[in-house]
């Protein structure tokens, strides 16, 4: 993870006998995107004096150790006992001191505070993985043991009509758990994202029955994503509602089959109409199997900070391109300051930067615009940068295409969400 270096402070305070029984609090800023953050009181008083030890962040009291540590640590998802992990929000924190015994004379207390701060990044992770708490074979915990094998750093736990996977406790790692459901009719799929239960009923027999709860979910800060839109393997799984809705599209759904294609092709249709729709990917792995695995396919998504909440705005803004599995290859595309899923205007959008890692020689670049296919290469070095002229185009995106040996037909091994022009 790529996060800034230490930054530490030092706070003091001198107290006094008579504030003896009062709870005082020592403020501090906070700036954003902090990743962790380690507090520590040093004493200057023996027993039997105490001086008790808690923090508060800008809403709330968010650990407490009275008299047993004087040191605690803060994470998105770990946290000292006694202590909420959790999102590090920017504004006013505050050291709490117990002042239960003190000695007769004045005390010079003094606590450090550390952090780190996220920098903007590349993650990487599975939308579309069931558990044991509706079809799939492993419990939460197996199933975030094999997702973070795989590498990634985020997973959507997105069960069939329930959220029990969501409230379930689990086990703390460096994974970041995006609660989900997916939201299973009989005229199609949906994943929720971002709300551990945005659908207390999720019975839709009608069309009004849908568009009445998909807009409380959205109300509540979810994000709605069409899945498997033209998946005809099984009866009701393609998406029979209408696509008007301002949704997301998973256009990659496991191993890549026709139903893929003609989702990718559906996208590419709207894309040329203007329409500015974010597209996405998941595997959907049940269980064990030889084909669908977790991370096979995986969405980047350029994050702010390395939380739910962070990840699924970036997606939201089209920051997010699409690979084979969780080993890339790694597609860097902007224009100037703007990047995939921007609006890029002005002098900044008239050359596009493009710079592939992770690629094979022999891959194949597609650059696609509204005119379909816009340029084809043969990519000749693992590392691959490219700039290219946008005159017309009101949007570029990438397809890299592999051919593989094992299944003998040419697949696509990255898809991106396009960069838009006006
Ligand atoms: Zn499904």
């Known amino acids: 993870m790529n996060l800034s270096p230490v930054q530490t402070i030092t706070i003091g305070q001198r107290i006094s006998r008579q504030e003896q029984g009062l709870v005082m609090a020592l ?85 450090t505070i550390s952090w780190r701060q996220f920098l903007p990044q590349w993650v990487k992770g599975d939308l579309h993985v069931h558990t044991l708490h509706s079809d799939g074979a492993w419990t939460v915990d197996e199933t975030l043991d094999r997702v973070l094998d795989a590498g990634l750093d985020f997973v959507a736990l997105s069960d069939h009509n329930t959220q029990s996977q969501n409230l379930a406790p689990h086990k703390q790692s460096s994974l970041v758990v995006i609660p989900a459901m997916e939201w299973t009719t009989y005229r199609g799929h949906a994943n929720i994202f971002g709300i551990a239960d945005p659908l207390p009923d999720w019975r839709v027999n009608t069309i009004d029955d849908l568009d009445r709860k998909m807009e409380r979910a959205v109300s509540l800060g979810a994000y709605v994503c069409i899945n498997h839109p033209f998946d005809s393997s099984q009866p009701g799984i393609s998406w029979d509602w209408g696509f008007d809705r301002p949704t997301w599209i998973e256009v990659w759904n496991g191993p890549w089959r026709p139903s893929n294609q003609a989702a990718v092709d559906w996208w590419q249709s709207q894309l040329r109409e203007g329409r500015h729709l974010v597209a996405v990917s998941g595997s959907d792995t049940h269980g064990p199997g030889t084909l669908v695995h977790h991370g096979q396919p995986t969405t980047w998504v350029f994050a702010s900070a390395l939380d ?115």
Do not use: K
């Open 27 to 111: 403020p501090f800023d906070l700036p954003d995107h902090v990743a962790d953050l380690t507090v520590s009181l040093h004493p200057t008083w023996t027993p039997p004096y105490v001086v008790d030890f808690g923090l508060a962040d800008p809403h709330r009291i968010r650990g407490w150790s009275g008299g047993a540590r004087t040191h605690c640590y803060i994470g998105p998802q770990q946290a000292t006992p006694g202590y909420l992990s959790g999102a590090l929000d920017r504004g006013t924190w505050s050291v709490l001191l117990g002042l239960y015994r003190l000695p007769p004379e004045p005390l010079n207390i003094e606590v």
């Open 308 to 422: 739910g909440a962070s990840i699924l705005s970036a997606i939201n803004e089209g920051h997010a391109f699409m690979t084979y599995d969780p080993h890339g290859p790694e597609l860097r595309m902007h224009c100037g300051r703007y990047l995939i899923g921007d609006i890029a205007t002005g002098p900044d959008s008239r050359i596009l930067d493009i710079e592939l890692h992770g690629v094979s020689p022999q891959d194949r670049i597609r650059l696609i615009s509204q005119r379909g296919v816009d340029m084809e290469a043969l990519i000749t070095t693992t590392a691959w940068h490219m700039r290219y002229p946008i005159d017309s185009q009101n949007f570029i995106r990438v397809e890299i295409h592999r051919y593989h040996d094992d299944w003998e037909f040419w697949m696509p091994t990255l898809i991106s969400n396009p960069i838009y022009f006006v």
